[in-house]
């Protein structure tokens, strides 16, 4: 069966930066945006927690999506510093992170909790970009289509559908590194994750976006964006500033 493909989607990690200053950034994105013709991809920021109700505020009324960086599995409870998928969904975002390679690192995170964060995002209403890729060591051995594949099966649930989730394939050491995979590696790896997509979740398989992360800059966004299977960008050190966010956006038209 053939699907048409996605609409695109280039998304804003800001990870651990911005302060209210930021929203400046956001809302000359949100301007662009509403400028921008037939064609371009959906755009989405994902600021800290501590922007989420600002940056909402900005994005009101306009193109500009939002998401979160985390969530908490459980709804609500006795979580000290945590927040909930239905909390993030209350300041107005309609997607959240679950499972990035820092939350793995950092937090300990592994696939069953991402598995459980992703359950909980589609539990709120809320899309969930499941975030996978391998290291530097695992790509050397040969091992990436293996992981990637273990990831997927561990950290999807059965809840997940073409409008409730988005892969971002992020090798691990092309984050922050200004290092990227060939293009014949990334077509590789969406690749083998479409085939992943398709044989288990049949039939919306097909239509679920999958964005390429790591190192994505103004330079190299249209190559990769190009390539078959990569449906969008997840962007991180790029994205806080809006000129060079908007120059990755600018792939597409
Ligand atoms: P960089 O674009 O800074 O490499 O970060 C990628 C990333 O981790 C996005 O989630």
Redesign the pocket.
Known sequence: MTTAPPRPLVAG?WKMNGLASALAEAATVRDALGRAGAGAPEVMICPPATLLAPLAAVAQGSALAMGAQDCHASASGAHTGDISAEMIKDTGATAVIVG?SERRADHGELDRVVRAKAAAAHRAGLTAIV?IGETKGERLAGLTLGVVDRQLAGSLPETVTAANTVVAY?PIW???TGLTPSPEDVAEVHQAIRAHLTQRFSPSGGGIRILY????KPANARELLSLPNVNGA?????SLKADDFLAIIAAYV
């Open positions: 990690n990035h975030c992020e092309a984050i922050g992360g790591g190192s994505v997840l962007v991180g050190g790029a």
